[in-house]
């Protein structure tokens, strides 16, 4: 099988952010960096963010240049640099104006978004990058997981509830 057989297509993420950020658990994420080299990720933990009405959610406080690319169908990426350092990786759900995204917080070997960032060597120029054509970001599908917890998000307490007490946060029961 071939890596465009196996790659994500935008369709699969132009579906309901929560069910998309459970199947992604499992999946693959692939990089290649800037010297040639690939490597590959598997999908530990993800986060749900629902668009406008969701509180915790970027889009909440409607389109800005920041969140312009959430206000686009799904499978782009959404980055953003949190305490001026790490830049975390998103990716856009749903449909055209839905402005949901899938915080992706761990892949095997790094938990956290943050350390995540790095590891992937994130920056601004990943803002808006098509999943499906990318030379150097993608998902590759794997074997869905069904063994999965989920929490409450992380680092929300400013939404309020019923957003804080929401179990978007979804975990594997993969060996870290």
């Not at 069904?146 to 007490?165: H, L, M």
Request: aromatic share 12%; glycine share 8%.
């Amino acid at each position: 099988m071939n890596e465009s057989e196996i790659r994500l297509k935008s369709e699969f993420f132009q579906r309901d952010t929560v069910l998309v950020a459970q199947e992604l658990l499992g999946k693959t994420l692939v990089r290649r960096f800037s010297n040639g080299d690939i490597r590959r990720y598997r999908i530990t933990e993800t986060e749900a963010y629902c668009g406008q009405m969701d509180l915790a959610c970027h889009s909440s406080k409607g389109q800005t240049k920041r969140t312009e690319v959430m206000f686009q169908p799904g499978g782009l990426v959404y980055v953003y640099l949190i305490y001026g350092m790490y830049w975390l990786l998103n990716f856009v759900t749903e449909d055209q104006k839905s402005a949901s995204a899938v915080l992706i917080r761990g892949i095997e070997g790094y938990n956290g978004p943050g350390k995540l960032g790095r590891e992937l060597q994130l920056d601004q120029s990943f803002y808006g990058e098509n999943l499906e054509i990318s030379n150097r970001l993608w998902i590759e599908d794997a074997e869905p997981i069904s063994n999965f917890k989920s929490t409450p998000r992380i680092g929300i307490d400013y939404a309020g509830e019923p957003w804080v007490s929401k179990k978007w946060r979804f975990i594997t029961e993969i060996k870290q």
